[in-house]
């Protein structure tokens, strides 16, 4: 229509108008019912499109409350769930019209974050390695709920490595010597963590006594036209010996306690002679013997995966005569040399293991000697032709023991003055420590015992000579009983005379004294039991235990018991000090003592000595005492010891006389580190 009020009218137009689609979406992950940690990281991811337009962007929900969003696909969030609940999450789409669509719902669980574990594969308890080796540390972890972000590895609480993928192992080089605690812990994906229990191993230095480096080879003397074989065992730069016999079986030769230095030179020199001497030069061993005319050329036996026994050197004694020697030397190839020597004359054989630890060798001399060697003990049995049985047991040791001398006790006459029955020991560690002590006399009747103390008398001392305590009659005291039942003692009757105290000491050596009430005499029994609850490996611990006593025939003998809990061997010396005893000021020392072993499961002799310097290797006797606090032995003196490492269990060692006379002796047992 214009000004004039004129109109037109157009021509007709058709318009359709059709609606706004909204957008589809799909929820992928998580899936419903899904269980998750509080506190982890939950990926929500969704599939959206729109038909007639394009999706503007993707929220998620949690309980209708929106904790993220995407605009752009893949449409994706990462959300930490901060509360354990349950959650039921959607995705909304919303198209680029403002039409919003919302997913199915899916359930979602967020449970607190369980923690992860971890277990130490190797090395395992009470093992070790040479210092300068690499030890391999390797660990197993897991989580429930989650994944291990990582791993991280400790020696005595400092870092060693840490590992964030499986495997979890490292390497670790020690620069010390000495016993280290090593642990794993596995830290999750929510931070939760969680730690192995020590486990306690050894490094060891090779330059010591306790560490055996076996040797075989052969030796060749042309100007006697003698040819042979040979075993040496070196025991760091302490000493070494040495085994060989001609291939004719004419010619034997021995030498023990040969020095050797640091930089593995070794030389034995006698009346100015020199017996033997060469080096240990890497896996080698090369030197003359017989003053120089036999050059010997050897190698470091290597093990071998078909010998599972132990190796080492292990000593021992002809049944019945303690003054005898035998010595196995067991090779970590499963090679064996045997040496005899049974007070007249001396022979030498060579052979291998078979199954089981079974042997069987001839000699030089046509001696044939089997036996057997027991893998899990070390105990050696066995018997020569025309010379009868041999017990033995090894004394090297270089692994690391979790056990304890849980009871150390002893039986032995009781009389007045020097004749008292005296007991020392030492508490070890940085803590107080409960200890039991009894004094039995009139029990031991009980058990056919003769001529027991009707009535002792028990006082503890410390070093300085102060009383620390003591008892006459137990009268069924209840601290007594108690600690009794806790340590597995024997029950004495509630109105016996026996004597009994339970006392709390600090760490130091003490002395425990036992006489008879009006001058009484008669054969006794002290026990000293550790009481307190006992920690593997800890050095809160009795360490040591010697009795000193009169000693005769018969039910007059110095008995000691010892009692190793754990589960690994544990290495002791064992000393029946008599003739040293005049030179420290005692009057009426026993001349010559004898000692011996016995196994208590079995009723087995384990070892047997007359002379403490033959039987043993006796540098290795003399470095372990000086390592233990004890006093020396001279060279060649009549006193008696072993050196040996026991599996756990009981064992009673019995000092008897050799001559038949009776005399004061100390019987002495040390835990050597």
Do not use: C, H
């Not at 209708?64 to 901060?82: E, K, L, N, Y």
């Not at 199954?355 to 000697?369: C, D, I, P």
């Amino acid at each position: 229509m214009d000004g004039s009020g004129n109109q037109t009218t157009s021509g007709t137009v058709s318009i359709q108008v059709v609606g706004n689609n909204p957008p589809q979406v799909v929820l992928t992950s998580p899936t419903n019912g899904a269980t998750v940690s509080a506190g982890s990281i939950v990926s929500l991811v969704a599939q959206a499109s729109d038909t007639d337009g394009t999706v503007a962007t993707v929220s998620f929900l949690a309980n209708g409350v929106i904790v993220g969003s995407d605009a752009t696909a893949p449409f994706s969030f990462d959300w930490i769930p901060g509360a354990a609940t349950t959650y039921t999450i959607r995705a909304r789409a919303t198209d680029n019209s403002g039409n919003v669509t919302d997913s199915a719902p899916v359930t979602l669980t967020a449970s607190n974050n369980q923690s992860p574990t971890v277990t130490m594969l190797t090395p395992t308890n009470g093992g070790s390695a040479s210092l300068g080796n690499v030890v391999e540390i390797i660990a197993d972890a897991t989580d429930p709920d989650g994944t291990i972000a990582s791993v991280e590895f400790y020696a005595n609480g400092v870092p060693i490595d840490t590992v964030t993928a499986s495997p979890f192992r490292a390497e670790w080089k020690p620069s010390v010597e000495g016993v280290y605690a090593l642990t794993a812990r596995a830290i999750d994906n929510g931070g939760n963590i969680a730690t192995t229990p020590d486990v306690f191993f050894a490094i060891v230095n090779v330059a010591s006594g306790d560490v055996e480096t076996i040797y075989g080879g052969t030796y060749i003397d042309a100007l006697a036209n003698e040819q042979g074989e040979f075993s040496m065992v070196r025991r760091g730069s302490t000493s070494a010996s040495f085994l060989a016999r001609s291939k004719d079986g004419a010619q034997t030769y021995s030498f023990n306690n040969i020095p050797v230095d640091s930089a593995g030179n070794f030389s034995l020199i006698q009346g100015g002679k020199t017996l033997i001497s060469g080096q240990f030069a890497g896996t080698s061993a090369v030197g003359t013997f017989k003053e120089g005319a036999a050059l010997m050329v050897g190698t470091a036996r290597q093990a071998s995966p078909s010998y599972t026994g132990p190796s080492g050197t292990v000593y021992g004694s002809m049944t019945g005569n303690s003054d005898s020697e035998v010595v196995v030397v067991s090779a970590p190839n499963g090679q064996v040399t045997v040496y005899l020597n049974d007070g007249a004359s001396t022979d030498v054989g060579f052979g291998n293991f078979g199954n089981g630890g079974n042997f069987t060798v001839l000699t030089a001399g046509g001696r044939t000697v089997t036996g057997q060697l027991e893998s899990s003990t070390g105990f050696l049995a066995g018997s020569v032709s025309g010379m009868g049985g041999f017990t033995g047991a090894v004394s090297s040791s270089a692994s690391v023991s979790d056990g304890f001398l849980r009871n150390l006790s002893t039986r032995g006459s009781v009389g007045a003055g020097e004749d008292a029955l005296t007991v020392g020991f030492v508490v070890n560690g940085q803590n107080p420590k409960q200890v039991l002590i009894r004094a039995v006399g009139p029990t031991l009747a009980d058990n056919e015992v003769t001529g027991a103390l009707s009535d002792p008398t028990l006082a503890v001392f410390n070093s300085t000579g102060i009383s620390v305590g003591g008892n006459d009659n137990w009268s069924n005291d209840a601290a007594v009983l108690s600690a009794a039942n806790t340590v597995g003692a024997f029950p004495l009757p509630a109105a016996s005379l026996d004597a009994a105290v339970v006392l709390t000491l600090g760490p130091g050596p003490y002395t425990a004294q036992v006489t008879g009430v009006g001058g009484a005499t008669g054969v006794g029994l002290v026990e000293i039991y550790d009481v307190d609850t006992l920690t593997p490996f800890s050095s809160q611990k009795v360490l040591n235990v010697s009795t000193r006593g009169r000693v005769g025939t018969g039910d007059q003998r110095l008995i000691a018991g010892v009692v190793i809990n754990g589960t690994t061997p544990k290495r002791v010396l064992i000393r029946a000090v008599g003739p040293t005893l005049s030179n420290l000021g005692v009057n009426g020392s026993l001349a010559d003592p004898t000692l011996r072993l016995i196994r208590q499961d079995t009723g087995a002799s384990v070892r047997e000595n007359d002379d403490w310097g033959r039987g043993n290797d006796a540098a290795l006797v003399t470095a372990v005492a000086a390592q233990v606090g004890a006093f020396a032995l001279p060279s060649g003196s009549k006193d008696a010891a072993l050196l040996i490492t026991l599996p756990p269990g009981v064992y009673t060692a019995i000092v008897g006389t050799a001559t038949g006379a009776s005399g004061i002796a100390l019987v002495e047992v040390y835990e050597v580190p």
